[in-house]
């Protein structure tokens, strides 16, 4: 339950204002997002700045998360 705790918690503030927080804690939001409430992590990638591309496209395709893994590798480069 304590996940689940710290993702309603860490999305309430990315909701507020994504700005604020942390690299280390997007990134964290980022894997709960993955493992407990998958619908949000897109918008949370597209929204937020600060945080690791590298461990987000890592968690998404160990989740088989195409359409995010789509994203984070256009958005890293790697189509162009």
């Known amino acids: 339950k304590e996940p689940q705790s710290l993702l309603r918690y860490g ?6 204002d994504s700005t604020i927080l942390t690299k280390d804690f ?20 597209k929204t937020a700045t600060n945080y690791e ?3 987000a496209l890592r968690l998404c395709r160990e989740k088989n998360m195409h359409p995010e ?8 480069g790697y189509y162009k």
């Open 11 to 16: 999305h309430s503030l990315f909701q507020k």
């Open 26 to 45: 997007i990134t964290k939001l980022i894997s709960l997002y993955a493992e407990y409430d998958p619908k949000n992590l897109m918008q949370c990638l």
């Open 53 to 55: 591309p590298e461990e």
């Open 69 to 76: 893994v789509v994203f984070l590798m256009g958005n890293m």
